[in-house]
Nanobody
Framework: QVQLVESGGGLVQAGGSLRLSCVAS????????MGWYRQAPGKQRELVAA???????NYADSVKGRFTISRDSAKNTMYLQMNSLKPEDTAVYYC???????????WGQGTQVTVSS
């Protein structure tokens, strides 16, 4: 099994910054892709950014240039540095992990990010 625990959410003013963390434990495998997703009230969950175990990142257009995803394989931890936050970034942010050659997605419990205008 895989367990994912997010932290780092909170309330911040527009233009501010936050850093989210996701710690993975259990049978995460050596080849996997981790990602950050978010879901705002009344909207579908959407991909924010993802990163492979070889650290190749990709980003949603809405966050390019503002957010940076990274991971520390030694700590089994993924990060999302969020700068220049906007009110439209307000959402619950979820961590996801999928092992390569698997169709199973593992999710964390989510962390709330609220950006005030």
């Amino acid at each position: 099994q895989v367990q994912l625990v997010e932290s780092g959410g909170g309330l911040v003013q527009a233009g501010g910054s936050l850093r989210l963390s996701c710690v993975a434990s259990g049978s995460i495998g050596s080849m996997n892709t981790m990602g950050w997703y978010r879901q705002a009230p009344g909207k579908q969950r959407e991909l924010v950014a993802a990163i492979t175990s070889s650290s190749a990142p990709n980003y949603a257009d809405s966050v390019k240039g503002r957010f940076t995803i990274s991971r520390d394989s030694a700590k089994n931890t993924m990060y999302l540095q969020m700068n220049s936050l906007k009110p439209e970034d307000t959402a619950v942010y979820y961590c996801k992990l999928r092992k390569w050659y698997s169709s199973v997605d593992y999710w964390g419990q989510g962390t709330q990010v609220t950006v005030s205008s």
